[in-house]
């Protein structure tokens, strides 16, 4: 394992780590591109009580303000706003019989800055997520931003035909039953993506 000496606010910590492993798994990624390539992006779209939820692709520029992180072959472009909370993360690719894929260790606790983020997170972990998991579903807290919750709906929520009627009649309902100041509860799934494992869309 091979570290790249970012320091981040004066710390002694690298900034972020990759692994051998994830390095050739990337670069062989890189190499099919028809387009040139500037790197690996990542950062973090959101978060669970327990999880950050991230964002890990290849980019062909830097924004701005991205932080750089030097590997042997390309760089890693670290979004300016996550960095405090990716501090010491690492990114390793595992391949074996039971899984393959990127795997990112960060040993940071996730916390929303913001208050009534902090405050919503608790509705969906305690009532919200405990309600939709009878169908295998689990609902992630994105952002608030103004009087927006933007969340995800994952498991059996993705690709449900009733995924609407559980946001509308369900989530929207018991998140402005607590917080009325909030006017839209913004789905950003995917649903062509899901399985749609348990109910199907009604024939028009």
């Given amino acids: 394992m091979k570290n790249f000496l970012k320091k981040f606010k004066g710390t002694e910590t690298p900034l972020l780590t990759v692994t051998e492993a994830a390095q050739e798994k990337i ?24 999880a950050f939820q991230y964002s890990l692709g290849l980019a062909t520029e830097a924004q701005e303000d991205d932080l750089i992180v030097e ?30 894929g990127f795997n990112i ?10 208050p009534k983020a902090q405050e919503v997170q608790k509705l969906i972990d305690e009532r919200i997520n405990p309600a939709v998991a009878a169908h295998g579903g689990q609902i992630e ?10 969340i995800h709906m994952g498991g059996g929520c993705q690709g449900c035909g009733m995924a ?9 309902a018991m998140i402005q039953e607590v917080f009325p100041e909030i006017k839209h ?8 993506a899901g399985d749609n494992p348990y109910y199907s869309p009604s024939k028009g």
């Fill in 164 to 172: 609407n009627v559980t946001l509308k009649h369900g989530i929207e």
């Fill in 71 to 100: 590997c042997e072959n390309f760089n890693v472009l670290v979004d300016a706003e996550s960095a405090p909370d990716l501090q010491g993360t690492v990114i390793d690719y595992v391949d074996d019989l039971n899984s393959s």
């Fill in 27 to 50: 670069q062989t990624v890189i190499e099919t591109e028809e387009v040139e390539v500037e790197g690996l992006r990542i950062s973090i779209q959101g978060r669970t009580a327990t």
């Fill in 141 to 150: 807290l994105l952002n608030v931003e103004d009087d927006a919750v933007y």
């Fill in 105 to 114: 260790e960060n040993p940071n606790t996730p916390t929303w800055n913001n």
């Fill in 185 to 192: 509860v913004i789905d950003t799934t995917d649903h062509d």
